[in-house]
């Protein structure tokens, strides 16, 4: 991404949003895969997985929902990625002065903090979309609950208030049915191992990497192009004044 000169806040706040939502259109069918591996039931001796891999979970999913149910749950996800990315910058340059010294220059273990600093801003808005998400991307056709994340939000509010939004803020593995780990991460973490071993705390690996290239690629590429076309359409002083 480039950082040369002092590039408008606003501009920043539009293409990271621009590269957010590139990003979830990228990536959210690999996603859906990755939580219905994280998710699917344990597998008792003499049993077959409901899914033997992340192929074999595309190909069941698509049969039995169509391609559009690879996107499910993709509601909640696109409507925060614009307010996450802009915190995110947000938090990223409070970080940066927070943890400066008097150099300009920020070593990696500085920008290292700065960079988890803004992870505590983008937590406040991504904690509950992940987990609405999550919620509808395990529903199979025929028998769903929730009819969209607004229903999931009315469910969860009546069911535990604010509180039960925010659930899995600790670890992503907390999405997990609820009342099954009643100690939190302590719990999940001792099942898991005692149950499966450590391999299962790598469930759905597969199209979390498979995700992150093109993903990834989407959501620079979405900043860059944001950020282009709006200097193109709104110049700064500075820009004019090259340009002439």
């Not at 998400?133 to 229903?151: A, F, T």
Request: one cysteine or more; proline letters at 7%; glycine letters at 12%.
């Amino acid at each position: 991404m480039s950082t040369e000169g002092k590039p408008d806040p606003i501009k920043y706040f539009i293409s990271g949003g621009f590269g957010g939502i590139c990003t979830v259109l990228t990536g959210h069918p690999l996603d859906t895969l990755k939580v219905r591996l994280q998710t699917m039931p344990s597998v008792q001796p003499g049993q077959t997985p409901m899914y033997t891999g992340a192929w074999d979970c595309a190909v069941k999913t698509v049969k039995r929902e169509g391609f559009l149910g690879l996107y499910k749950g993709m509601g909640a996800p696109i409507t925060g990625v614009a307010p996450i990315f802009a915190i995110s910058f947000l938090g990223f340059g409070l970080g940066k002065k927070i943890f400066a010294s008097n150099s300009e220059t920020l070593t990696p273990p500085q920008l290292f903090c700065a960079g988890s600093f803004s992870g505590i801003f983008t937590a406040i808005i991504m904690v509950p979309g992940e987990r609405i998400k999550c919620i509808l991307q395990i529903q199979e056709s025929g028998n769903q609950k929730y009819k969209g994340p607004i229903s999931v939000i009315k469910k969860l509010y009546s069911e535990g208030g604010v509180k039960s939004l925010y659930k899995g803020t600790c670890a992503t593995l907390l999405r997990a049915p609820e009342n099954m780990y009643p100690r939190g991460v302590r719990d999940v973490f001792l099942r898991l191992y005692r149950e499966e071993g450590l391999r299962a705390l790598y469930s759905g690996v597969t199209p979390v990497m498979l995700r992150a290239f093109p993903a990834n690629a989407a959501c620079f590429l979405g900043v860059e192009f944001g950020l282009k076309t709006l200097n193109i359409l709104f110049p700064t002083k500075s820009e004019k004044t090259e340009n002439l």
